[in-house]
Structures are given as C-alpha cells and as structure tokens.
C-alpha cells in the first residue's frame, strides 16, 4: 500500500524543500522506502539522473534523503528560464520546447496525464510519496489549468500539509488568509499546518498556533525552529550560496543573469580555508580573488554579453594581469573561448559572437543537448572526478590538446599555454574530495580533508533529528491517504 501526503507553502520560499528533505530522511530512518515527488520546478539548477534526464536539484537532493537514486518521474515538468519571459520546458527529463510565460499557461493542463504517469510510476513499490508544491496555492489567478498544487492535489488525491516561514513575519495573515482565498474543496484538503524557521522558544507562538487553528480549523503539526546548517546542504538558489569563512582563498563568481547548474560551489563554501563571493551585477569583480570561476549560464551568449556590459571583461583582464586563475564550468567554458558560432539560431539570432578569447577554443551551438552522469580522472594527479554533463555545443581548439581531465569518451576541457586559464563541461566536480584537494593546492590554497559527500548525508540525519524533535511526524504520517 503506498500513501502520499503533499507539502504546499503559505508563500514562495517558506522553506517546503528542505522540510520535504528532512522528512525523507526521517521516514527512510524508519525503514520506509520513501520517494519525493514535485509536479513542477522552476529552476536552472538541474539535476542529471541515470535514466538520462534532468530534474530540478532539490528533488536530487531529496532522493539523496531518501537513500534512493534521482529519476526524471520525481520531477516531470521542470521550468529553466532563458528569458525575462521565457523557459525551456522539460518535460519527464527531456526537453519539450522554449514557451513564454502566456503559452505555457495555454497548454499546461495538458501535461497533467504526463503527471500522473510519473506520480504513479513513482509510487508503485513505495510505501510513501512526499510531494512537494511549488509556490502557494494561495495564488488563486493560477488555479485554473494548476499542476503544481491544488490543481494536482485534487487529480490524484492527496491531501496537503499547509507551511508558514514565520521568519518573513506576518505568519498568522499568510495561513488565515490562505483558507480565506481558497476555493472550500481547496481548503478543505488541507488536513493540518505546521509554522517553520521560528527564532528563539517554540513555545512562546503557543498563543499563535491556537489563533490560527480557531481561524482556519486545521490542527497544527509544530513549529520548527530554524535549522543553522542549512547551508551545509546544496543550493537550491545561487543567493543561498554563502561561504560561511573568512578563508585567505578567495574564489570570485559573478552572478550571470541566467546562472545554471551552480553545484559546483556548494563543495567549495564548505571548505576552511575558502571564501565563495558571488559577485551581484553593479559591483566589480573584486581585486584579491586568487580564482574568479565563471560557472555555466542558461543562455551562454546572452549571458556573455552581460559579463561584458557590467565591465567583467576588464576586471578579468586584469585579475589574469595581477596573476590570477580563472575556471569556466560549461557556459563558462564556451565564453573563455575565441567565439562562439550559432548559425542555426538556437540561443536567439543566428551569427558568430565574439569570446573572451582567454582559451584558444570556440564552440559551434548544437541542438543536441548531451545528458550524462560522467566519471573522469584528474591529468596532472590522478585522482577520480565523479561529475555530470548538461549542455548544448561542441567546443575545439588548440588548447583542448592540454585537456586536464580524462573521461571513457577521451579527453575533456581546456588549458591556456601559461597553465591560469581553464574550462570544463564537466559540473559538479568540486564534489570529488581528491580532485578538490589537488586543484586548491596547485592554485595556492589549502584544503582541509574535508570529505564533501558524508557530510552532506551527516547534515540530512541533523535536520531528520530536528523535525523529529518538532514536528509530529506520527501525525503527519496518519493523515497521509493510500494513492494507486
């Protein structure tokens, strides 16, 4: 028998990944086979999964949780923008197509069919489907055509678990006026709410929770305090990227306006000696980075007309002057590069663009888009380097013959003749301990042994034991409703 409950937030950002997350984790603990389930993300922080696909990062994280393998059915509707208006549409892992805004909402009522498949593919085997919302179904001008809360609520009959961020403040209006926008068939299938990132004691919003229970008869599940090592675990948003030490090794990333698939920091904040800047447009990439990382971009040759509208082309200039090291992840890559040639217009107006011509490289913009979890070894030491590969285009060039990385399919990347400039297909690398190890100290920096990987899983037992603690789970559990 497989049972699901769904966790929907009051508003966006209340934090309904990482209780989902932690939950998992919880209920895993249990000797549940639990499985994360979200109908549609937006994001371009993807996730590549064995079966050859892509989803949103946070339902990898998930899966992580829950001791399972990733797979394209956790997530089969993902929105990568590309534009102010635009997205790439995934659907079950592969790409549907480029909609605005408008045409989307024409046509998403028809992918729910495509939902359901992959929520009940999911669940056969399952003892418990965890599926999470994607903003609020509070919301209600996108409730007509919804997939990604009530509207999927309702067609597979799950019921929802309502999440405030107390935090934000104003917590008593977001659930009260949550059940007073909802349609009653809405409302009603909200079984129970529980208030999350409270600071201080629990015990003195008491006084709350019986005011919001009064107000919208729906039983509280607790209120969890904020969880201090959230940052220990995978982004879901570049902002959330923070370096919590003062290291002597400064890695600089300006924050390209689509910015894509940032895993590749999440290992480097965490290490001692290290310190992740995430330079935001309107500030100069700073004078002191030993490293400035140009990580991958959604939209490559729109983002690389933005690295040089905001003055980044001069600032890198004279980092590489100073004596500094620069690494491009992907789109990263491509910019390093002499040109970029996309006659068949597949990022926007057909021509050839001019590169940053810092690697003797250029790449040609192929619709093909290459998918693939990819093993490599590091050239100059050795070590193993697990990563994954998601892009468009292929890049060659004299300083492909000094490739620093060595996969089954031959070699990858690129190196500039004085050894301070390189790039990368490869994402996620940062993650091998090894690798990261051997490239901070070729760079000058330290590394501290830190072993990335159990570390992420010792954070995901911390926040199991914390909701544990405050949410009750037994409850939670029991209001869950057998699906098939």
Known sequence: MTRAIMIQGAGSNV????????????FARRGLTVRPFKPQNMSNNAAV????????????LQ??????????????????????????????????GTLDARAFGRMKGR???????????????????LVEGAGSPAETNLRAGDIANMGFAEAAGVPVVLVGDIDRGGVIAQMVGSKVVLAPKDA?????????????????????????????????????PWFTDVAKLPAEDVLDIASGHSGAFHVAVPKLPRIANFDDLDPLSQEPDV??????????????????????????????AAFRAEGWETDLRAHLRRGGHVLGICGGYQMLGREIIDEDGIEGRPGRYEGLGLLDISTVMTPEKR???????YVPTGDAVEG?????????????????????????????????????YLHGLFGSDGFRAAFLRELGGAASGMRYGPGVDQTLDALADHLEQHIDTDRLLALSREVG
Not at 15 to 26: D, E, F, N, Q, W
Not at 72 to 93: F, Y
Not at 282 to 300: E, H, R, W, Y
Request: proline share 6%; charged share 20%; hydrophobic share 40%.
């Open 63 to 96: 899966a992580r949780a829950a001791r399972i393998p990733p797979h394209t059915d956790m997530n089969p509707v993902l929105l990568k923008p590309e534009s102010e208006r635009g997205a790439q549409v995934i659907v079950q892992g592969q790409r549907f």
């Open 111 to 129: 992918l729910m069919p495509r939902i359901l498949d992959s929520f009940h593919r999911l669940s056969a085997g399952a003892d418990l489907v």
């Open 188 to 224: 009603d299938r909200i079984v129970a709410f529980l208030i999350n990132r409270f600071r201080g004691d629990p015990a003195l919003f008491d006084a709350g929770l019986r005011e919001i229970g009064r107000r919208t008869g729906w039983p509280s599940l607790g209120v969890v």
């Open 388 to 424: 994954y590969e998601i892009h468009l285009g292929v890049t060659t060039g004299p300083d492909c013959a000094r490739a620093w990385l060595q996969t089954a399919n031959g070699p990858e990347g690129a190196e500039s003749t004085d050894g301070r400039v390189r790039g990368c």
């Open 275 to 304: 310190r992740v800047s995430v330079i935001a447009p309107g500030t100069a990439l700073p004078g002191d980075a030993n490293l400035v990382l140009i990580p991958g971009s959604k939209a490559t040759i729109a983002d690389l």
């Open 371 to 377: 998918l693939a979890l990819t093993g490599a070894r």
């Open 49 to 60: 999964t064995a079966n050859g696909g892509e989803i949103g990062r946070a339902q990898a």
């Open 15 to 26: 934090g309904k990944s990482t209780i989902v997350a932690g939950l998992a984790r919880a």
